[in-house]
């Protein structure tokens, strides 16, 4: 699977929009960006995934760039409940093995 | 719809022992996967088992080893305990008949290797 690079951390005021930039320089054309995020002491929760196209769902949405190079998860209106590390994977299908990287320490402020 | 179940959620080993842990699936799901997540390595895939059957393996020892029953929960063991083996275990699963990163993870097993 490619690999992703991700900012370690990130600040956002609570109520903003948080923008998560992810490069993933050496995709191919059949690999997918799926996004997971994982609140402290818990198991990491699916949040969004695409191929191409910008995807939206209720938890946020994911914008690919033309070249699927890089893509950037938007939380629309961070709440203190969305601090959490957000990981940024690059997918084949083919078989259930997600490489996680370091992701990026998302902090949410009041 | 009751979540992916890990027992236990806390336990403590000395080195050499070995452990069991335990994983049920959301109903339904026939895949399993686990990962190890370490402050070190991150979270790093264990192994996935889909209809019994190991699918995919990721580059651990022989030491860690898994299994699937007919009704889809699994059990990983490690053998010989190692300090290092102190992690956050954690085990996800999905429908696994389509090829999809959408995984469902427990809360997972913390290990402490004493």
């Known amino acids: 699977d490619a690999k992703t690079t991700q900012p370690p951390s990130m600040d956002c005021a609570e109520g903003r929009a948080a923008n998560l930039p992810c490069n993933h320089s050496?995709?191919?054309?059949?690999?997918?960006v799926y996004w997971y995020r994982q609140i402290h002491s818990q198991g990491p929760q699916y949040i969004i995934h695409?191929?191409?196209n910008n995807e939206t769902n209720e938890m946020a949405s994911l914008i690919i760039t033309e070249d699927r190079k890089s893509s950037t998860l938007i939380l629309p209106h961070a709440t203190l409940r969305d601090t959490a590390v957000y990981y940024c994977?690059?997918?084949?299908?083919?078989?259930?093995?997600?490489?996680f990287g370091g992701g990026t320490r998302l902090m949410v402020k009041p | 719809k009751a979540g992916v179940t890990q027992t236990p959620r806390y336990l403590i080993k000395t080195r050499g022992q070995q452990v069991t842990l335990s994983c049920s699936p959301i109903?339904?799901?026939?895949?399993v996967s686990w990962y190890q997540q370490t402050p070190g390595q991150g979270l790093q895939f264990l192994f996935e088992?889909?209809?019994?059957?190991?699918?995919n393996k990721g580059n651990f020892p022989g030491r860690f080893s898994g299994r699937q029953f007919s009704n889809s929960r699994s059990e990983m063991n490690v053998s010989t305990l190692e300090l290092g083996d102190s992690a956050l275990y954690l085990c996800?699963?999905?429908?696994?008949?389509?090829?999809?990163?959408?995984?469902?993870f427990g809360e997972g097993s913390r290990l402490t290797v004493l």
């Open positions: 996800a699963s999905s429908l696994g008949t389509k090829n999809t990163g959408e995984l469902f």
């Open positions: 050496t995709i191919s054309g059949n690999e997918y």
């Open positions: 695409g191929l191409k």
């Open positions: 994977i690059v997918y084949l299908n083919a078989g259930n093995m997600l490489t």
């Open positions: 109903s339904g799901h026939r895949s």
């Open positions: 088992y889909f209809s019994e059957t190991q699918r």
